[in-house]
């Protein structure tokens, strides 16, 4: 497609910037949530999006399918919801065979909105789909169409008749991404497009081989050893009472993050370096991606909720 990966880079670069320009016909604002979920779909990650209802979580969802040319699912999570549900079910057709039924999941971007309204045995229905790129029913094994991307959102505030997601389940999730309230002259702009007969007429930017061909050429962008020694040593420092843990790692933590929190940090480096141009990440991409990749994987004990120490607090005192 390219003579080189430099050209390719650079022609991703363009790609990049197309795509958040034609995103901007429709959402306002928001350039950091953005930014993390576009990082999320160009390394082959899911992202779990926090934020109370209102924020625009699934038309954002929704422009990001049409301007990517993705095929899009939205499964709404009920307490009542079953596996089938989600994956599908056998069904016995008119010539008395068994046939697969497809379910939702099988689709490019799926958005499992308010997933911690589901019982566990349900929740745990995408975590083969989001591991393996596959789902098996009765003993067989049907592969998912790629890209594949899982966005789920949780609402922070409501939690009467909520799951909590296991740690298995949060540790599938690349990003855990924040969203917060539009400033007031957002919110100006949103209510003005919002309350017309304003229509945005979206381009599709880049197709499905586009994207894969991108994700596989990121995986292809070197890194220096600092730069890995680095989110390995920064992950290590989220483990209370090992050697490398730090002081408040042993103040307020009761869990640390694991292995997979270091392939996130690198990839994820390696996905903002390449949105901004450059073609090897260094500490700082490593620094940017930290907080989305960390804070749905340690786990804060009683003091640091007495004290009011907050997650983001305790990865910014590590990033220091």
Do not use: C
Not at 31 to 47: K, P, T
Not at 75 to 104: C, V, W
């Amino acid at each position: 497609m390219y003579n080189s990966d430099v050209e390719a880079l650079d022609a991703f670069v363009q790609k990049y910037r197309d795509l958040r320009k034609e995103i901007a016909k429709v959402i306002v604002g928001q350039e950091q949530v953005l930014d993390d979920l576009l990082i999320a779909i160009f390394s082959r990650g899911h992202a779990l999006l926090v934020g109370v209802p209102g924020l625009a979580k699934t038309l954002m969802v929704n422009t990001l399918s049409e301007t990517l040319g993705l095929k899009y699912n939205r499964i709404q999570f009920t307490p009542d919801l079953m596996p089938s549900d989600i994956i599908g079910t056998e069904i016995l057709d008119e010539s008395r065979h068994f046939r697969f039924n497809k379910g939702p999941v099988f689709a490019n971007i799926i958005l499992a909105d308010e997933i911690n309204r589901t019982p566990p045995k349900t929740q745990a229905a995408l975590l083969e789909a989001m591991q393996e790129k596959a789902v098996t029913v009765a003993g067989n094994r049907y592969k998912l169409e790629e890209p594949f991307f899982v966005l789920a959102t949780q609402n922070p505030i409501e939690q009467e008749g909520t799951y909590p997601l296991p740690e298995a389940q949060l540790d599938r999730f690349m990003f855990n991404i924040w969203l917060d309230y539009p400033s007031f002259k957002e919110e100006i702009d949103v209510v003005k497009s919002t309350t017309t007969e304003y229509e945005a007429d979206l381009k599709i930017i880049l197709s499905s081989e586009e994207i894969i061909y991108f994700q596989n050429l990121i995986r292809r962008i070197p890194v220096p050893d600092n730069v890995y020694e680095y989110a390995v040593r920064l992950v290590a420092k989220t483990r209370r009472l090992t050697e490398s843990a730090h002081p408040w790692a042993n103040d307020y933590l009761t869990w640390g993050a694991g292995p997979r929190a270091s392939q996130y940090l690198i990839i994820g480096a390696k996905t903002h370096a390449a949105i901004h141009g450059k073609y090897s990440p260094d500490i700082e991409d490593v620094n940017a991606v930290a907080a989305t990749v960390l804070r749905h994987r340690i786990v804060r004990n009683y003091k640091s909720e007495a004290e009011g120490i907050g997650v983001d607090d305790i990865i910014a005192e590590l990033l220091k």
